[in-house]
């Protein structure tokens, strides 16, 4: 083509992921010559809201930054400060947490594979379209998610912003037959998410792999969820608490999420294909096979197929928490107390979505003086915009209303939430 | 009587099988706080946006539609939003939402008393 074409893709308001944002594409005579993904979620005061707390309210007032995965930011949480104080949660209180944060991968992973990212695969605009033709997909994820929901009610305290974690353990341990309740729902969950598997890898993916820094938590022997060091694809081997001199966080100019870069420069992203490229070993032998089955590679580096790693994560989370059920024993005390000492502490666990560190620095009474958080959104948003470039650049003959719909499933790979990723520290308009 | 939990999804487990459900919800549409909007879902959807103070769910508007494509939604069913005013975290309750909801039980109690009694 000869004539000089230009045209702009862009969504105004993006659907099916967490929170808001938009997406501007540009493409000038067959080149992408602009990619900008736009966080206009109000940006939130966290941070600042933190300084002045104390260390034992932390976990509390960040898991309101995310409705979907309050459990991750608790966690992180209460690590860093763990970590800070001398203490280290072990045996079955660390069980209990462990299983609570599976409780959340579940109905995270299930609300994402089911509700927000298959309606792109199966070709319909919305969840509610997709119900009509594909009920039991619907009623699957409903399922599932509610076998997760059921754990964090019962090991939380609540389903919705969960109450019973705290700095040092938990504030209440079940009994052994208040998780024998669970049981049933999740041996169900269990046969649900194998069926993910096997659906989601019978999806048309377009051919597209990246080559990105995958980087992960690792834990010799298990799945990285609750703690470990900071590994990468590329050779990256770090205690959390060198997690700034590795990773800076930079502002652009078309988004209030703060953008994340390998210190030095280079894209890395975080999240489901990450954890799998790396502790691939550590899955469970169930989901390790089911993965193996269906033709998934390790590592996975077409980011479309995401959906797949992420049911594969789902048969994981049903089963390790199956594990965790069975081998439970109450233990002695819910908690291990835990004195303050002044210092900065770190903390990186996995959220469903990936990677999310947290940095407190508190006094000696335990007052928290400085806070940073980093979720693995802000992280992914480099990731995503190279990934909508190339894409685009692969598919410029689409026409528009199609071009655009490919941007947005590119998206959604990320499952990203963009309410996590906007921490503004000056406020100025409050909007509801 | 179900109080949610936070999760508009399981609404639709909640309701299968009713012949008749109410719902009420925080509403933002840049009304005057303490507005009481009231929608009949039985024959049409809620207009979307208007639900959606909290993103991270699954909203009440899609959960009604989903219970709708899956044949699970009640024929009647009604729902009440109350203009809010103050959304951010650890605000107490505004004076204007609080007599809309005074107002909003009283007459809930005498719609549901009569279409308890139309029943029997």
Not at chain 1, 157 to 166: A, T
Not at chain 1, 230 to 240: E, F, K, Q, R, Y
Not at chain 1, 358 to 381: C, F, K, M, W
Not at chain 2, 105 to 120: M, P
Request: charge should be negative; glycine fraction near 8%; hydrophobic fraction near 45%.
């Amino acid at each position: 083509m000869t004539e000089r074409r230009t045209k702009t893709i862009k969504t105004d308001v993006l659907a099916r992921v967490e929170g808001e944002g938009a997406m501007r594409v540009r493409i000038e005579s067959g080149r992408v010559t602009e990619v900008q993904l736009k966080i206009y979620e109000p940006p939130r005061f966290f941070e600042a809201f933190l300084r002045g707390r104390d260390f034992t309210e932390a976990l509390d007032i960040t898991s309101r930054i995310c409705g979907i995965c309050p459990i991750a930011y608790q966690m992180s949480a209460v690590t860093a400060m763990e970590s800070l104080c001398g203490v280290e949660v072990g045996g079955q209180l660390r069980a209990l947490r462990r299983l609570l944060y599976c409780g959340e991968w579940i109905e995270s992973h299930a609300l994402h594979v089911f509700m927000l990212h298959a309606p792109d695969f199966l070709g319909f605009e919305s969840a509610v379209a997709m119900a009509r033709d594909h009920p039991t997909i619907v009623t699957d994820a409903l399922a599932l998610k509610k076998a997760g929901n059921e754990v964090m009610r019962v090991v939380g305290g609540r389903e919705v912003h969960p109450i019973n974690l705290r700095v040092g353990g938990v504030h209440r341990a079940p009994r052994k037959a208040e998780l024998a309740t669970l049981v049933e729902g999740l041996e169900r969950a269990r046969e649900i998410a194998l069926g993910a598997v096997r659906l989601t890898a019978s999806f048309d993916f377009p051919d597209y792999d990246q080559e990105l820094e995958l980087v992960a938590l690792a834990q010799p022997g298990e799945y990285p969820i609750d703690r470990g060091r900071i590994i990468s694809s590329t050779g990256l081997d770090i205690a959390p608490a060198e997690y700034e001199s590795e990773f800076v966080e930079q502002h652009v100019p078309w988004s209030h999420a703060l953008h994340s870069q390998r210190a030095g420069g280079g894209s890395y992203l975080v999240g489901p294909l990450a954890r799998f490229a790396t502790s691939f070993a550590t899955l469970t032998p169930l989901a390790r096979e089911v993965a193996v089955d269906v033709g998934l590679r390790t590592p996975e580096r077409n980011p479309f197929r995401s959906i797949v790693v992420r049911s594969v994560e789902l048969v994981h989370a049903v089963d390790e928490a199956l594990e965790l059920i069975a081998a439970y024993e109450e233990p002695d005390a819910p908690a291990i107390e835990v004195a303050p000492r002044a210092g900065i502490g770190h903390g990186a666990t996995e959220a469903p979505r990936g990677l999310l560190y947290h940095r407190y620095e508190i006094d000696a009474d335990g007052t928290i003086l400085a806070a940073n958080i980093v979720p693995p959104t802000s992280q992914n948003q480099v990731a995503i915009e190279a990934d909508l470039r190339g894409v685009v650049e692969r598919s410029l003959d689409l026409p528009d209303e199609q071009l655009s719909r490919l941007c947005e499933q590119t998206i959604r790979n990320y499952d990203p939430c963009i309410s996590c990723a906007t921490h503004f520290l000056k406020l100025e308009i409050e909007r509801c | 009587m179900i109080e949610d939990r936070g999760e508009p999804i399981e609404l639709i487990e909640a309701c299968e099988g009713a012949q008749a459900a109410w719902l009420v919800d925080a509403v933002c549409s840049g009304a005057r706080p303490g507005t009481l909007h009231r929608f009949d879902v039985g024959e049409r959807a809620l207009p979307s946006g208007l639900f959606r103070v909290s993103t991270h769910r699954f909203g009440l508007a899609d959960a009604l539609e989903l219970a709708r494509a899956l044949g699970r939604l009640p024929p009647r069913v009604t729902v009440y939003g109350i203009e809010g005013s103050r959304f951010a975290p650890g605000e107490p309750l505004s004076p204007a939402v609080a007599a809309a909801a005074e107002r909003l039980a009283g007459a809930l109690s005498t719609e549901l008393a009569a279409a308890f009694a139309a029943v029997r």
